[in-house]
């Protein structure tokens, strides 16, 4: 899934002028309760729960969450 984003990011960008945002989540429902999730940009994926109660199904891409920010300057980018 990670690769999928990556290959879109690089096709979307080669039509557009400019700067472009934009957001989207895909998960996939794998066997024995197993689900694959890709997110980019500000999105999320909960999982709804018959109980009542939920669940996020990835990690948010905050600049204040330490992992974030250091991924973000790793590639290049900075975060004020």
Not at 6 to 14: A, G, N, P
Not at 32 to 57: H, Y
């Amino acid at each position: 899934l990670t690769s999928t984003f990556f290959r879109t990011d690089v096709e979307v960008l080669k039509e557009v002028e400019g700067h472009s945002g934009a957001c989207a989540v895909i998960c996939v429902a794998l066997k024995n309760g197993i689900f694959a999730v890709a997110n980019a940009g500000d999105t999320r994926a909960v999982l709804g729960r018959s109980d009542g109660s939920s669940k996020l199904l990835h990690e948010l891409h905050k600049p204040d969450n330490p992992s974030e920010k250091a991924r973000v300057q790793e590639a290049g980018g900075f975060v004020t």
